[in-house]
């Protein structure tokens, strides 16, 4: 399986990840605001469609790499992102909306399946508005996503910040060549 995620369409990318199961564990790591916040972000969501989710991001719970400096306010202070729960399909599916203050929403789904012992996770993550964004959301998702890969299977944690720079460039170099869309940035 490619650890890259895939362009679907102009703004659009998914992954994809074999998990250490059951499904049941791996939701938990969606759905529980202490679980997510080890790999990704904390904050309560409202278990229902149409229902709020606050997303607190701050690194510093979980990596201990000092961010680079644009980074720095997620890593000390925390950066919240507010959104609303687009699809409620407990242990299957979650969806949200996904924006900070002033920017376009863009939506992400995670879709979970058994396969044997082993979960799938599907990650898809639209309306982004352009190929920088693309890019700069790839590379988080693509980091983050190993950050899950590893507290599932008891793992160290993997590098966040000393590949960050690396992804994030494989993933411009990636899009390099697909059309402009959205804002001149694209």
Known sequence: MNEYGV??????VRFERLLPGPL????????ESDKRGAW???GEAEPRVGGRISLLFKHSQITDETPPERYREM???G?????TITRYEPPHAIGFTWGGEGEPESEVVFELA???EKVRLTLTHRKLANKAEMANVSGGWHLHLGLLEDKLAGDAPRGFWSRHEAVEAEYARRYADLPDWGTAEG
């Not at 362009?7 to 659009?12: D, T, Y």
């Not at 950066?79 to 959104?83: A, D, I, L, R, T």
Request: hydrophobic letters at 40%.
């Open 7 to 12: 362009v679907l369409e102009s703004g659009a």
């Open 24 to 31: 049941e564990r791996v939701w938990a790591y969606l759905a």
């Open 40 to 42: 990704f972000a904390s």
């Open 75 to 77: 890593n000390d202070n």
């Open 79 to 83: 950066w919240p992102s507010n959104g």
């Open 114 to 116: 058994p396969e044997g």
